[in-house]
C-alpha cells in the first residue's frame, strides 16, 4: 500500500478542516444571519463546488495560482515559491472544494438555535462576538462536528481538483486517490484494491463514528 | 415633580415612536412612563404590546420617533448599550448552561451568588433549564436578568408558560421579586387579573396605541373610550344620549331606558359603563333604596359561573349583571322572567366615543 500517499491525503484533509473551521464559521453565520438582498448570491458561490465538475474548479485555481495571476505573484513575491503543484497550492484548491460541505451544515445548525436566546444574551449587554463564541456555536457543536467530519472525510476521498492543480508528485501532490489511479492505470489491481478498501473503511468509520456520537452525547441536550 | 422639564430628564421613559409591520399593522406609541414600580403594558392579543417592548428593548428599531430613557436618546442604541433586562414569554434560558451558569451568564460572581440565594436557587444550581419546573425557571429568568444590573426590567407575558395553579401564586411572588429587584418594570400580559395583581400602573393599548394610563384601579374604573372599556373587560358598553342634567346628575337615554350618572361636564353623545358588579338584581320593584336607578327588564339567561352567576337582562338595552350563586337561586332566576336591575349613579361611568383623528391619549 502506497502509505505516503495515504499519510498525505490526512494532512491535507487535516489542514483542510481547520482552516475551513476558520473561514467557515464567520461565513456560515453571516450566511444566516445576514438580512443583506444579495445574500443568495453569496450562497450560490459557496454551493458551487456541490455542482461543479471538479475538473472547471480546478481549472480556473490553476489560473489564479498561476504566476502571472496576482495571487500567484504576490504568493512568490512573500515565500519565493509556487502554488501550482505544490501542498500549499493543493490545500488552497481543497478548501474552495470543500466550503459548502463545512459552512452548510454549519449554517443548518446556526439557524435552528433559538433566536431568542441570541436576543437574550444582546439584552444581558454582552456583544455579538461574545454571545457567538458562547450561546451560538455550543449550541450549534453538533453541526459544527458534521461539518468538519464532511469535510475531512470529503477531502480525503478528493480527486479531480488534485490532478489539475497538484499533477502526481510523490510525496508532495499524489493523494490516495491519485494513488489507486496509477496503480489501476498499473494494472495493478491488487494494489488499487487494497488501498481502495482501505479508503473505504476509513470513510465508513469516521462517518458511523460522527453519526453515533451525535446521537449519544448531543442527544441529551433539550430541543434537539 | 419640579416642572416641565423634569418630565424629560428625570426619572421618566418618554416613548414616541411609530412602526410599521410587515403585516401592515402600524404602532404609533405615545407615552410618558414613570420610572417607579411596575407598569402593565395591557392589551388584546395583536395590540401590538409584544413589538412596543422589543422597540424598548432595542431588539426592533422604530421607523421614526424617538425613546428617551431618563433624559439620555436610546432609540439608535444597540440592545447592549441600553441596560433593559428582558424576560421572553419562556424564560429563553441558555439550555447548555446549568441554572448557576445562567445567572452568572453576564454578571460580576458575586452578584450572581447573592441573586442566587436571595431568590432561594442554591438548590437548582447544578441543574439545566429543562430539569427545572416552569416556576423556577422564571426565578432563574428574572435572577438572571437582575444580576446582569439592569436599569429597566421588560417582561413579555411572563406568567403566560406556567399551569394555572402556578399562574396564580406567581402573581404575587412576580411582583414581590419585582419590587425586591428595585428595578422599574414594564410587564406585558392580556389578563386582566394579571394586571391587578402586578401593576401600580396600567397602560392600555388598543390597535397599536397607548389610549390610557393611569392607576391600574383608576384605568379600570374609568375607562376614557369605548374601545378601552371593552379592552379592560367592563361588561356593559352602551351608547348613551345626555338629555338633561338637574342637582349635580345628567340624565341619559341609554336604548329603551333612563339612567342617572353623576354630572362630570359630557354632554351629547357618550358611552355608558357599567361593571357588572356593580349591578344588583331584585324581584321587588316597589323596595326603596338609595340607589338612583331601577330598571324593569327581563331575564334574558342565567350563566353559572362557579360561585358566581352571569345574569343577562333586557332592560331597554342589554344588560349584565353578575351575582352569587347563592343569590340567583333565592331570587329563583330563570329565563323570561321579569325583575329589577338596581344601579347606583355612581357606578356609571361615561366614557368618550373614540375617534382616531383628533383623540390623543390621555397622559398624566
Given at each position: ?199 473505504l473503511l476509513i470513510s465508513f468509520v469516521v462517518l458511523a463514528a460522527t453519526y453515533g456520537l451525535q446521537r449519544r452525547v448531543w442527544g441529551v441536550w433539550p430541543g434537539r | 415633580m419640579a416642572g416641565p422639564l423634569a418630565n424629560h430628564t428625570g426619572d421618566f421613559l418618554v416613548c414616541d415612536c411609530r412602526k410599521r409591520l410587515a403585516s401592515g399593522f402600524t404602532l404609533d406609541a405615545r407615552v410618558t412612563l414613570p420610572l417607579t414600580g411596575v407598569t402593565v403594558l395591557f392589551g388584546a392579543s395583536g395590540s401590538g404590546k409584544t413589538t412596543l417592548l422589543r422597540l424598548l428593548a432595542g431588539l426592533e428599531r ?209 358611552v355608558a359603563c357599567i361593571h357588572a358588579e356593580d349591578v344588583a338584581v331584585t324581584r321587588d320593584s316597589a323596595q326603596v333604596s338609595s340607589a338612583r336607578n331601577r330598571l324593569a327588564g327581563r331575564v334574558l339567561a342565567v350563566i353559572m359561573e362557579g360561585a358566581l352567576a352571569r345574569v343577562e337582562l333586557d332592560c331597554g338595552f342589554p344588560l349584565v349583571a353578575v351575582v352569587t350563586a347563592q343569590s340567583a337561586a333565592d331570587l329563583a332566576l330563570r329565563e323570561g322572567e321579569e325583575v329589577s336591575a338596581v344601579v347606583k349613579a355612581t357606578a356609571v361611568h361615561l366614557a368618550g366615543h373614540f375617534d382616531a ?8
Amino acid at each position: 500500500m502506497d502509505w505516503q500517499a495515504i499519510w498525505l491525503s490526512v494532512r491535507l484533509a487535516v489542514s483542510t478542516t481547520a482552516i475551513l473551521l476558520v473561514i467557515g464559521l464567520p461565513i456560515a453565520y453571516w450566511i444566516t444571519y445576514s438580512t443583506r438582498r444579495w445574500k443568495f448570491l453569496v450562497e450560490a458561490l459557496v454551493a458551487l463546488p456541490l455542482v461543479l465538475p471538479p475538473t472547471v474548479l480546478g481549472f480556473y485555481v490553476l489560473l489564479a495560482m498561476g504566476p502571472r495571476s496576482p495571487i500567484g505573484a504576490l504568493y512568490a513575491r512573500l515565500t519565493g515559491g509556487m502554488l501550482p503543484f505544490s501542498f500549499q497550492g493543493l490545500l488552497l484548491g481543497s478548501v474552495l472544494y470543500s466550503m459548502p460541505f463545512t459552512v452548510q451544515p454549519v449554517a443548518a445548525a446556526f439557524g435552528a438555535v433559538d433566536r431568542r436566546l441570541i436576543e437574550a444574551s444582546w439584552c444581558l449587554g454582552v456583544s455579538r462576538l461574545a454571545t457567538f463564541r458562547r450561546v451560538i456555536v455550543p449550541l450549534a457543536l453538533p453541526g459544527v462536528a458534521t461539518g468538519a467530519i464532511l469535510t475531512f472525510a470529503h477531502t480525503l476521498g478528493e480527486f479531480g481538483v488534485v490532478l489539475m492543480v497538484g499533477g502526481n508528485i510523490a510525496g508532495v501532490t499524489r493523494t490516495v486517490s491519485i494513488s489507486i489511479y496509477d496503480q489501476v492505470q498499473a494494472l495493478d489491481y491488487a494494489a488499487a484494491a487494497q488501498t481502495s478498501l482501505f479508503l473505504l473503511l476509513i470513510s465508513f468509520v469516521v462517518l458511523a463514528a460522527t453519526y453515533g456520537l451525535q446521537r449519544r452525547v448531543w442527544g441529551v441536550w433539550p430541543g434537539r | 415633580m419640579a416642572g416641565p422639564l423634569a418630565n424629560h430628564t428625570g426619572d421618566f421613559l418618554v416613548c414616541d415612536c411609530r412602526k410599521r409591520l410587515a403585516s401592515g399593522f402600524t404602532l404609533d406609541a405615545r407615552v410618558t412612563l414613570p420610572l417607579t414600580g411596575v407598569t402593565v403594558l395591557f392589551g388584546a392579543s395583536g395590540s401590538g404590546k409584544t413589538t412596543l417592548l422589543r422597540l424598548l428593548a432595542g431588539l426592533e428599531r422604530p421607523d421614526s420617533g424617538s425613546i428617551v430613557f431618563r433624559g439620555r436618546p436610546w432609540e439608535s442604541l444597540a440592545p447592549q448599550q441600553r441596560r433593559a433586562g428582558f424576560l421572553f414569554q419562556d424564560y429563553a434560558l441558555f439550555p447548555h448552561l446549568t441554572v448557576a451558569e445562567n445567572v452568572a451568564y453576564a454578571a460580576p460572581p458575586a452578584t450572581a451568588a447573592g441573586l442566587m440565594e436571595a431568590f432561594g436557587l442554591d438548590d437548582l444550581a447544578d441543574r439545566l433549564p429543562h430539569a427545572i419546573s416552569g416556576g423556577q425557571q422564571q426565578r432563574t429568568a428574572l435572577a438572571r436578568a437582575l444580576a446582569a444590573g439592569p436599569e429597566l426590567l421588560l417582561l413579555d407575558e411572563p406568567l403566560s408558560a406556567l399551569d394555572a395553579p402556578t399562574r396564580l401564586r406567581m402573581r404575587y411572588e412576580l411582583r414581590r421579586l419585582l419590587l425586591a429587584g428595585g428595578v422599574p418594570s414594564i410587564v406585558v400580559t392580556h389578563d386582566r387579573m394579571e394586571a391587578v395583581a402586578l401593576g401600580d400602573t396600567l397602560a392600555v393599548m388598543v390597535e397599536g396605541q397607548i389610549r390610557q394610563f393611569g392607576p391600574v384601579r383608576e384605568v379600570f374604573q374609568r375607562p376614557v373610550d369605548r374601545q378601552v372599556a371593552e379592552a379592560v373587560g367592563v361588561e356593559n358598553v352602551a351608547p348613551a344620549e345626555i338629555i338633561g342634567r338637574e342637582g349635580g346628575l345628567l340624565i341619559l337615554q341609554v336604548g329603551g331606558a333612563r339612567l342617572e350618572c353623576v354630572d362630570s361636564g359630557e354632554s351629547g353623545s357618550v358611552v355608558a359603563c357599567i361593571h357588572a358588579e356593580d349591578v344588583a338584581v331584585t324581584r321587588d320593584s316597589a323596595q326603596v333604596s338609595s340607589a338612583r336607578n331601577r330598571l324593569a327588564g327581563r331575564v334574558l339567561a342565567v350563566i353559572m359561573e362557579g360561585a358566581l352567576a352571569r345574569v343577562e337582562l333586557d332592560c331597554g338595552f342589554p344588560l349584565v349583571a353578575v351575582v352569587t350563586a347563592q343569590s340567583a337561586a333565592d331570587l329563583a332566576l330563570r329565563e323570561g322572567e321579569e325583575v329589577s336591575a338596581v344601579v347606583k349613579a355612581t357606578a356609571v361611568h361615561l366614557a368618550g366615543h373614540f375617534d382616531a383623528a383628533h383623540t390623543r391619549p390621555r397622559v398624566e
